[in-house]
């Protein structure tokens, strides 16, 4: 079993770059108090959004007189309403999340990558909250906005470890059903579960309204496999083990993993999620800062 | 296949060592962690078929490869002459080459004899085992063996120049046998340059079996290379003498010529044959029909002492076989001798008469009882028709005949026990309401040959009542319908001794008339002759011993001669002796390469067909074991080549996000 590393989870550096860039939701998001994004219902932004008639029992503070004075027809104006975004972190944190590869353990890079974006998110003001799904348990810490919930998050991501098989299917069904409002899940995983249930999953998240943002976090090792002599693969997830020759497989193994990284690509662009497939030797400030300038692209397109 | 370096075939069992290397290599492999398990399972589950073929094909190419690069460092030769068995250089190299008149038949479209070919190719052969083995040469002429300093030598050494002698392949090869017992080689290897010549080879000798069986005997693996030089060759003819007589003809001395014509075409035609008598040169011209003639010729000589000559064809496919050689002596007249005492002496006298300038003499007579050794001092010829003799007359005339004398028995009419040269006298036997016929008789040679004219003498009109029957084994001249013979020959020494079955007489046959009888006793009146002569007639490399030790000087060149191994006349002080090529060497033909391979039995025999197999005999051929190690390895590497780029391409860039 790895051991935490040392390196901290949120590096000054590396957030102080990213803190230029808002993280901002591609969907309407229902918040509990008033923030930066865009909310499903009419609000008292300065963002128009329609006119529409008036209906006995609307405020008639809204009326816009100057289009009754041309028209003489009653209408109302309507503003966006911007709301505060909840942000719910699902961390993976089964047994193949702790393979090491030349760059760190996956489970590392995925805590740095949770722990900044919950940085983040609480320091521009939004709700962040942490799902940490081992074999066992669940660890649910909902969206908070206030700092000291980061140190909560924080602290829950330092115990994190590897262990058991996977339950990230069934936990993020569960998500869906529990999340009521509309909220931005960002999942940090391996995947390496069956493809069609957590095809299943995240459709079932995308039903329910949530903006949804998969890092699909693979070491480059698992990508090339290349190996020069006879290895005995050890199964992370189970007791399984297999003695083979790398260079025999290796073919068959890259059609395999490909097919399936293919179709889970697929499927995410099908249900419009945002599918984010990461090696690990990629800087994952790096890989933050893609993933705000593409989400503030696409806000601004909207 | 032969290995000039073979000890690095120790080293077979390195082939094993990548398979070795792949159980090391899979017992050293290394634990790991694995999160993508159900990619690797499913890919081990789906490939395994595949994978194991690849292996096996990569194990395949390791294990060709180093076979190949041992089979490299081993030098190996193969070809036709070599044949694809593995085998090591041997000891011993034994060379046996024919040198006999035949293998100087040249080559068609070749500027070389066939001998010339073999000594090539057998030194080019002999050139990659210099190092390796003994090379030791046995060549037919001599059968010495002699040591070979280097494969190049065999070009000029003395022992492989031509010959006019025949080979004796059992007693070429019972010599290298003696050399290895006697050497106590290791292994060895017969190599034999022969043009398949039947009369060399000798497939029906019965020394053959003893030979392989020895052979087989031998603490060492003897192994047998035949290089059968049977090319095609340009047209051929040669010429030998087969009879030679002096005889005095209407008072004057003529010689008397027989020839042979051999050709290897059937057309008929005219032979230019160049006569050489007493260095001057007379071209002649001879009928040819077919394949064989035979052409008689008489010149007259006078009454001058003896001479010699050749008779030479013009150039041919080869040249070794268009001269032969004569010689006539002095003039010694023929003398006959007739021991009986019926009433058929006078006819025996007059049959066995000798010409004379003064008319015919008639032979002398003697009854058996009075007849004493010093008696046939002079003569030629004796017709004996008495019981057969015993003793000291039978001593005697033994020796006479051994001398060159000829002797003839006419039947006594008795049955008898006694025997002369294994030959007695049987029953009598008369025939029935029909007369014994002849059936057939040599027309080509012996007493009954055709006359120069090239008539039969009339033995198929000759009706015989009376016989008896000869006991013994001879050769059969002439033969009734029913088999018995008439004549037989027995050759005893350098005379002949010849029993005939009939007499003439009216009760027994038809003889008496004298057409078959008289020039059957006229004709070996002449060849008796040759008793009182000095000279030695024999064929080359059949020379005696006696003669061998004398030094011998050619009447042609004027220079010492190698009587052994080359045709000619020869002059020791007041001796001659006549050399001539071995009739059988102008035999055409060869022995069926099936029946050659048959000729030994179970030894490790190879044979090399120049006409047929290709122009080498062998050659190195380590750069095709190169090239396939090549091959294999450059297999090997693609087989272990990594998956193309296409596959593993897409899935390493960061995907753009959706």
Not at chain 2, 274 to 291: H, I, K, P, W
Not at chain 2, 342 to 363: D, E, F, H, I, N
Request: charged share 25%.
């Amino acid at each position: 079993m790895p051991e935490p590393s040392a390196q901290p989870l949120i590096e000054a550096d590396v957030v102080g770059r990213l803190m230029g860039q808002p993280l901002l939701a591609r969907f309407p998001m229902e918040g509990s108090v008033s923030g930066h994004h865009r909310s499903p219902h009419r609000g008292s932004s300065v963002e128009f959004a329609e006119y529409r008639n008036y209906v006995p029992g609307d405020d008639i503070r809204r009326l816009d007189w100057r289009v009754f004075a041309r028209t003489d027809r009653y209408y109302l104006k309507e503003f966006e309403a911007e709301t505060n975004l909840r942000c719910y972190v699902v961390l993976d944190c089964s047994g193949s999340m702790g393979f090491e590869g030349e760059h760190g353990t996956r489970l590392e890079y995925a805590k740095r990558l949770a722990a900044t974006l919950s940085y983040l998110i609480i320091n521009q003001g939004d709700a962040a909250g942490l799902l940490q799904v081992t074999e066992k348990t669940a660890t649910e810490i909902p969206p908070r906005r206030n700092a000291s919930h980061l140190q909560v998050i924080l602290d829950t991501l330092g115990q994190a470890r590897p262990t058991g098989e996977t339950r990230l299917v069934p936990m993020l069904h569960e998500l869906a059903e529990k999340a009521r409002r509309r909220a931005l899940v960002v999942i940090l995983s391996d995947c390496f579960c069956d493809g069609d249930a957590l095809r299943d999953a995240l459709q079932h998240l995308r039903f329910q309204k949530h903006d949804l943002a998969l890092f699909h976090l693979l070491d480059p090792l698992e990508l090339d496999f290349e190996f020069d002599r006879p290895v005995r693969f050890v199964d992370m997830e189970g007791s399984q083990s297999i003695i083979t020759e790398p260079a025999t497989v290796r073919a068959e193994y890259q059609a395999q993993l490909k097919r399936f990284l293919g179709k889970l690509r697929d499927d995410c662009h099908e249900f419009n999620a945002d599918y984010r497939r990461v090696t690990l030797d990629r800087p994952y400030g790096e890989v933050m800062a893609d993933f705000l300038t593409e989400r503030s692209r696409h806000a601004t397109r909207a | 296949m032969t290995f000039l370096q073979p000890l690095i075939l120790w080293g077979l069992p390195l082939v094993l060592l990548p398979v070795i290397i792949h159980f090391i290599n899979r017992m050293r492999h290394r634990p790991r962690q694995w999160a993508a398990m159900q990619f690797l399972l499913a890919a081990t589950r789906s490939s395994t078929s595949h994978a194991k073929l690849r292996n096996l094909l990569i194990m395949l190419m390791r294990i060709l490869a180093v076979l190949a690069l041992l089979i490299f460092l081993a030098r190996p030769l193969i070809g036709g002459w070599m044949g694809w068995a593995l085998a090591a250089a041997p000891d011993t190299i034994l060379l046996l080459v024919d040198r006999s008149a035949s293998m100087d038949s040249r080559v068609a479209g070749a500027d070389e004899s066939r001998r010339e070919y073999a000594l090539r190719m057998l030194a080019d052969a002999a050139g990659e085992f210099e190092h390796s083995s003994h090379l030791v040469l046995l060549d037919s002429a001599t059968r010495q063996a002699s040591e070979l300093p280097s494969a190049a030598s065999l070009l000029e050494w003395p022992d492989t120049k031509p010959t006019d002698t025949a080979a004796d392949l059992p007693a070429m090869l019972q010599s290298a046998l003696g050399w290895l017992i006697e050497n106590k080689a290791g292994t060895a290897e017969i190599w034999i340059a022969s043009d398949l010549q039947a009369s060399n080879w000798k497939p029906d000798d019965p020394r053959w079996k003893t030979l392989i069986t020895a052979f087989d005997s031998l603490p060492q693996k003897v192994r047998v290379r035949l290089l059968a030089t049977t090319q095609e060759s340009p047209g051929n003819a040669s010429i030998s003498i087969a009879q030679l007589s002096r005889q005095q003809a209407s008072g004057k001395g003529e010689v008397r010529l027989a020839v042979d014509l051999n050709r290897s075409q059937a057309n008929a035609g005219t032979a230019t044959i160049t006569r050489t008598l007493n260095d001057v040169a007379t071209e002649l011209e001879a009928r040819v029909t077919g394949q064989s003639t035979r052409w008689r010729h008489r010149f007259a000589v006078g009454d001058q002492a003896g001479g010699w000559g050749k008779l030479e064809l013009p150039a041919d496919g080869n040249p070794r076989d268009n001269i032969t050689y004569y010689r006539y002596s002095d003039e010694h007249p023929p003398s006959g001798l007739v021991v009986t005492e019926s009433a058929l002496g006078p006819l025996w006298q007059a049959a066995a008469s000798v010409a004379g300038q003064a008319g015919r003499t008639p032979a002398k007579r003697y009854a058996p009882g009075d007849v004493t050794p010093a008696d046939l001092r002079d003569a030629t010829l004796v017709v004996w028709q008495a019981p057969l003799p015993e003793g000291e007359m039978a001593n005697a005339l033994r020796r006479f005949a051994d001398e060159g004398g000829r002797v003839v028995f006419f039947p006594p009419g008795q049955p008898s026990t006694a025997r002369f040269a294994g030959l007695g006298w049987g029953e009598k036997q008369t025939s029935g309401d029909a007369d014994f016929a002849v059936g057939r008789w040599d027309e080509d040679q012996g007493p009954l040959a055709n006359t120069d004219e090239g008539l039969l003498l009339p033995l198929a009109k000759l009706g015989v009542q009376q016989r008896q029957q000869v006991v013994g084994q001879a050769a059969v001249l002439a033969a009734f319908d029913d088999a018995q013979a008439l004549l037989v020959r027995q050759a005893l020494g350098q005379g002949e001794v010849y029993f005939c079955t009939i007499l003439p007489l009216l009760a027994w046959s038809e003889m008496g008339d004298g057409l078959v009888v008289v020039p059957m006793l006229q004709r070996l009146l002449a060849a008796g002759s040759r008793r009182l002569q000095r000279d030695s007639v024999a064929e080359c490399g059949q020379v005696s011993a006696g003669d061998l030790q004398l030094e011998w000087t050619s009447a042609e060149t004027g220079l010492r001669g190698d009587v052994q191994t080359q045709a000619g006349v020869y002059k020791n002080g007041d001796r001659w002796l006549l050399v001539n090529r071995p009739a059988a060497e102008d035999e055409f033909e060869r022995v069926e390469d099936s029946a050659v391979a048959g000729l030994f039995g179970s030894l490790p025999f190879q044979l090399f067909q120049a006409q047929r197999d290709d122009t080498a005999l062998q050659g190195e051929i380590w750069r095709l074991f190169l090239f396939l190690m090549l091959l294999a390895l450059l297999i090997e590497a693609w087989l272990i080549r990594p998956s193309s780029m296409a596959e593993v391409a897409p899935l390493k860039p960061q995907p753009a996000a959706a």
